[in-house]
């Protein structure tokens, strides 16, 4: 595996190469990016993964310098996959000038949910996204559904810019007791691991409580939602928002729509001790 932090060296190895796929990280890699890897080597040749932590997606109160930088064992992980280039730039190579253009998506989708408590958090991500494609100009890009909002909106980017990749969709892929694999489950303490699964079975009631719903109109959307809160808060969660949602533009469901079968999903961002984890559900 090559591993190039130069932009221009970036272009000179990719030169030529019209079927390259990509898959954008911030390192710490676990299976669940693992798995990105395989999909994108399913869907073009060669496979370009690229590990920045990106400053522009983070709040000032946010875990950009505790963020876990593990950059060894991340290079082992991706030569084991026949990744052909890693392209990790510093911030230096990636933002020599400030970065002051910046890709501001529409408020009805970034500053929702997870734009709601992290402000800013995707104008950083298209930011960052819109230049490492700039960067490596692959024919298709790697997103995992565990960030769901993320994957949208930068669906949604590449639409309205009529960027030149395909978006392919990657399933979240599980710990054996259901918790989403991510970064930020290393931070949890082992009590708090026991308990992180406690956010997927949340949601798997939500989805039971919404399907019974559609059968008999016991109760709205907006109160499954609120009891939901309730049960995490009292198991002592901190939960910023669980949602029902329309998977075609995140705005909030119906019961009109469910009733008319509109495709839903249940989206949740909440906070175990200092640990903040999302996950989601389609329905
Ligand atoms: O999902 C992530 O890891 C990041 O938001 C991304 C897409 C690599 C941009 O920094």
Not at 28 to 38: A, F, K, P, T, V
Not at 107 to 132: A, H, M, N, S, Y
Not at 161 to 168: E, G, M, Q
Not at 258 to 266: D, N, R
Request: proline share 6%; with cysteine; glycine share 6%.
């Amino acid at each position: 595996m090559k591993i190039i932090s130069d932009i221009q060296e970036l272009r000179d190895h990719l030169r030529g190469q019209n079927r390259a796929s990509f898959v954008p990280t911030m390192g710490n890699l676990h299976e669940g990016h693992l798995s990105l890897m395989r999909l994108a080597r399913q869907h073009g040749d060669p496979v370009v993964a690229s590990i920045f932590v990106n400053r522009l997606q983070f709040g000032p109160n946010d875990d950009f310098d505790s963020y876990p930088r593990t950059m060894q064992a991340d290079i082992e992980k991706l030569e084991k996959e026949g990744v052909y280039i890693l392209f990790a730039p510093t911030e230096r190579d990636l933002y020599p000038q400030p970065q002051e253009y910046r890709v501001d998506p529409p408020q009805q989708l970034g500053d929702i949910l997870e734009g709601e408590f992290r402000p800013g958090f995707f104008k950083g991500v298209c930011t960052v996204v819109l230049k490492l494609f700039s960067c490596v100009e692959p024919k298709v890009a790697v997103f995992g559904k565990k960030d769901y909002q993320q994957l949208m909106i930068i669906r949604q980017m590449a639409k309205q810019f009529a960027l030149p990749v395909s978006i392919v969709p990657a399933e979240t892929i599980r710990a054996d007791d259901g918790l989403a694999l991510s970064s930020r489950n290393g931070y949890l303490s082992v009590e708090e691991r026991a308990e992180a699964p406690e956010l997927q079975r949340t949601l798997q009631n939500v989805r039971d409580q919404v399907l019974q719903l559609k059968e008999a109109n016991t109760q709205s959307l907006s109160e499954i939602e609120k009891k939901a809160v309730a049960t995490l808060t009292g198991r002592g969660w901190n939960p910023d928002y669980i949602a029902i949602r329309k998977q075609s533009d995140l705005a909030p469901a119906s019961n009109e729509g469910l009733q008319a079968g509109e495709p839903l999903v249940i989206l949740t961002a909440a906070k175990i001790g200092q640990t903040r984890l999302i996950d989601n559900l389609e329905i």
